[in-house]
């Protein structure tokens, strides 16, 4: 084993006595470069340096973090004591922050021309109004009963004439239709009849009267005529009734007579019983109709029922309105006309409670003058809840948000809008409730802030205060 090693050796000497060379070599380089590493004073001395690079290093940090604040410090006008306070805030231009058009936003400062405020913008004021709740329904338009009549003939027959149509609109006592009825031409002769016996009795009551007071007439003789009048005048007023029945008014039974020969006896003339429009038409030329069908709906549109489904939770306080007789004014709102609201008032609560769906049934009066809603519609329907007190409230499009804060622009001075932070409470109907952030009176944008915004936070969409 020796013998191999001394022989490796003495083949590799060459090899050995070059790493040796540059081993030497690299240590005397090292101490040169790096002599402190060797001794106690050089340690000390790299201590200190390095302590006093630590406290320039943290000097620079220092002043860049100053900088930083300076220059992208995102203060708002709520930061400063009061909106008065801005004006002593320079910005690193060396001139007031709300005279720099670069560094204005970085207050929440917004400088909008006169001119172009009026066009691209709308203001209001935030102002005390009365609290109130608002509860929120989904509902069907209705017809309201009351002012819904169907037309039903009183006598059947064929259909002569179509006067009126569905979706016309028609005056009490306009002609419908006209039906050639059968059941009223009897009843127009058995009206004849009962006219020729009433002439007649009215005849031999007058003479057995006349009679009778001549003494020439037995008192039977009299009463008897008497009891024939009586009798002749009662079945005379029950088939003028029945005439009236069939629509017909005093000046045309007494024009019966003149009828027999012209063709129009037995025309059953179907008129309106109300004002209103034709909603629906089951009726034609040639039609044979009977007294057990409508052949037209007359319905007042200019009125109608919203009925809603209204859970357990919000029946306490609607039942408490009611049972006071206090007015619940509603808003009605249906799809096809999303931007028009509709006045309404709850009038009715129901008794009832649906065993299913667990909802009790509430009925909203509408108005409807220019004819928009329709019946069978569906419909969001929100009413006021009056409660006690007043509160500081804006609408709702002033109110912006960023960054989980909400804030309001707020008129300052002259051209100068300036955003103000604010603490919200509770939303009713287009209003929302302010805990703080302005004052009462203050004059804020209620529309277009978007613009506004999108000014005081450019820098977030790649804008700085050097752009």
Same mark, same amino acid.
């Given at each position: 084993?020796?013998?191999?090693?001394?022989?490796?050796?003495?083949?590799?000497?060459?090899?050995?006595?070059?790493?040796?060379?540059?081993?030497?070599?690299?240590?005397?380089? *090292?101490?040169?470069?790096?002599?402190?590493?060797?001794?106690?004073?050089?340690?000390?001395?790299?201590?200190?340096?390095?302590?006093?690079?630590?406290?320039?290093?943290?000097?620079?940090?220092?002043?860049?973090?100053?900088?930083?604040?300076?220059?992208?410090?995102?203060?708002?006008?709520?930061?400063?004591?009061?909106?008065?306070?801005?004006?002593?805030?320079?910005?690193?231009?060396?001139?007031? =922050?709300?005279?720099?058009?670069?560094?204005?936003?970085?207050?929440?400062?917004?400088?909008?021309?006169?001119?172009?405020?009026?066009?691209?913008?709308?203001? *209001?004021?935030?102002?005390?109004?009365?609290?109130?709740?608002?509860?929120?329904?989904?509902?069907?338009?209705?017809?309201?009963?009351?002012?819904?009549?169907?037309?039903?003939?009183?006598?059947?027959?064929?259909?002569?004439?179509?006067?009126?149509?569905?979706?016309?609109?028609?005056?009490?006592?306009?002609?419908?239709?006209? =039906?050639?009825?059968?059941?009223?031409?009897?009843?127009?002769?058995?009206?004849?009849?009962?006219?020729?016996?009433?002439?007649?009795?009215?005849?031999?009551?007058?003479?057995?009267?006349?009679?009778?007071?001549?003494?020439?007439?037995?008192?039977?003789?009299?009463?008897?005529?008497?009891?024939?009048?009586?009798?002749?005048?009662?079945?005379?007023?029950?088939?003028?009734?029945?005439?009236?029945?069939?629509?017909?008014?005093?000046?045309?039974?007494?024009?019966?007579?003149?009828?027999?020969?012209?063709?129009?006896?037995?025309?059953?003339?179907?008129?309106?019983?109300?004002?209103?429009?034709?909603?629906?038409?089951?009726?034609?030329?040639?039609?044979?109709?009977?007294?057990?069908?409508?052949?037209?709906?007359?319905?007042?549109?200019?009125?109608?029922?919203?009925?809603?489904?209204?859970?357990?939770?919000?029946?306490?306080?609607?039942?408490?309105?009611?049972?006071?007789?206090?007015?619940?004014?509603?808003?009605?709102?249906?799809?096809?006309?999303?931007?028009?609201?509709?006045?309404?008032?709850?009038?009715?609560?129901?008794?009832?409670?649906?065993?299913?769906?667990?909802?009790?049934? =509430?009925?909203?009066?509408?108005?409807?003058?220019?004819?928009?809603?329709?019946? +069978?519609?569906?419909?969001?329907?929100?009413?006021?809840?009056?409660?006690? +007190?007043?509160?500081?409230?804006?609408?709702?499009?002033?109110?912006?948000?960023?960054?989980?804060?909400?804030?309001?622009?707020?008129?300052?001075?002259?051209?100068?809008?300036?955003?103000?932070?604010?603490?919200? *409470?509770?939303?009713?109907?287009?209003?929302?409730?302010?805990?703080?952030?302005?004052?009462?009176?203050?004059?804020?944008?209620?529309?277009?802030?978007?613009?506004?915004?999108?000014?005081?936070?450019?820098?977030?969409? *790649?804008?700085?205060?050097?752009?």
């Amino acid at each position: 084993m020796n013998n191999k090693r001394i022989f490796w050796i003495k083949n590799n000497m060459t090899l050995l006595i070059v790493a040796v060379f540059f081993l030497v070599a690299g240590f005397l380089l *090292g101490r040169k470069s790096i002599p402190h590493v060797f001794s106690a004073d050089a340690t000390d001395a790299c201590i200190t340096d390095c302590q006093e690079e630590q406290e320039n290093c943290a000097d620079e940090c220092s002043d860049h973090e100053e900088d930083t604040d300076d220059h992208a410090g995102h203060g708002h006008a709520t930061e400063a004591d009061s909106l008065d306070d801005l004006e002593k805030i320079t910005c690193e231009h060396d001139v007031g =922050i709300i005279e720099c058009d670069n560094c204005r936003f970085e207050v929440g400062v917004v400088k909008l021309d006169p001119s172009l405020a009026q066009a691209l913008i709308e203001t *209001g004021e935030a102002e005390n109004i009365d609290r109130t709740k608002r509860l929120r329904f989904t509902g069907q338009v209705q017809l309201d009963m009351t002012k819904a009549v169907e037309v039903v003939p009183i006598g059947g027959g064929r259909v002569e004439r179509v006067e009126k149509y569905i979706g016309d609109k028609v005056q009490l006592g306009d002609i419908l239709a006209v =039906i050639h009825s059968d059941d009223l031409g009897q009843v127009k002769a058995n009206f004849l009849e009962r006219q020729s016996a009433l002439e007649l009795a009215e005849s031999t009551f007058n003479r057995e009267k006349e009679l009778y007071e001549k003494k020439i007439s037995s008192q039977v003789d009299y009463l008897a005529a008497q009891n024939e009048l009586k009798a002749a005048q009662a079945a005379y007023t029950a088939v003028d009734k029945k005439l009236r029945l069939f629509g017909l008014d005093t000046e045309q039974i007494e024009n019966i007579k003149d009828e027999k020969g012209n063709g129009s006896f037995a025309d059953l003339v179907l008129r309106a019983p109300q004002s209103g429009t034709l909603i629906t038409q089951n009726i034609s030329v040639g039609q044979i109709v009977d007294t057990t069908e409508s052949i037209y709906t007359v319905a007042d549109l200019s009125n109608l029922w919203v009925w809603c489904d209204v859970y357990e939770k919000d029946l306490e306080i609607l039942h408490e309105q009611t049972a006071k007789d206090k007015s619940l004014a509603a808003l009605v709102k249906v799809k096809a006309f999303k931007s028009v609201g509709f006045d309404g008032e709850v009038d009715f609560v129901g008794n009832l409670m649906d065993e299913h769906t667990r909802t009790v049934k =509430i009925r909203i009066q509408v108005k409807n003058p220019d004819s928009k809603l329709r019946p +069978g519609m569906f419909a969001d329907v929100e009413v006021a809840i009056p409660l006690d +007190g007043q509160m500081l409230a804006v609408p709702q499009t002033a109110v912006m948000a960023d960054e989980g804060e909400n804030f309001v622009f707020q008129h300052w001075k002259e051209d100068l809008w300036v955003r103000q932070d604010v603490a919200i *409470g509770e939303r009713y109907g287009d209003f929302v409730e302010l805990l703080s952030g302005v004052p009462q009176g203050a004059k804020i944008v209620t529309g277009g802030a978007f613009m506004l915004k999108s000014d005081v936070l450019r820098e977030k969409m *790649g804008a700085g205060c050097a752009d």
